[in-house]
């Protein structure tokens, strides 16, 4: 078995912060490869659907959260209750 396959993401889904730019949108592309569904989470929502769109482009479901993680209140309620309606 080749070493890539013991590391699938089939059937998960990954939640990356700060995927509008940089290490997030690698990050998010490099999941999708490995097979899982990814939330993108970033302030920035016209740079969320060019990662959006690079996701889809894998094949896999991505899913686009304008969002600042950085507050205390988002991080405990918002974020997350989003991110739960959406995926359901």
Same mark, same amino acid.
């Given at each position: 078995?080749?070493?890539?396959d013991?590391f699938?993401l089939?059937?998960?889904?990954?939640?990356?912060t +700060?995927?509008?730019s940089?290490? +997030?949108?690698?990050?998010?592309i490099?999941?999708? !490869?490995?097979?899982?569904? @990814? @939330?993108?989470?970033?302030?920035?929502?016209d740079?969320?659907?060019? *990662?959006?769109?690079?996701? !889809?482009?894998? +094949?896999?479901?991505?899913?686009? @959260?304008?969002?600042?993680?950085?507050?205390? !209140? @988002?991080?405990?309620?918002?974020f997350?209750?989003d991110? *739960?309606?959406?995926?359901?």
């Open positions: 078995m080749p070493i890539l013991r699938r089939d059937g998960r889904v990954a939640i990356i +700060g995927a509008s940089g290490l +997030g949108v690698a990050f998010a490099a999941l999708a !490869e490995a097979g899982a569904a @990814v @939330v993108l989470a970033a302030r920035r929502a740079r969320l659907a060019t *990662t959006q769109a690079a996701v !889809e482009r894998t +094949g896999r479901r991505g899913l686009a @959260v304008r969002t600042d993680v950085s507050l205390p !209140e @988002v991080r405990r309620r918002r997350l209750s991110v *739960t309606a959406s995926t359901s």
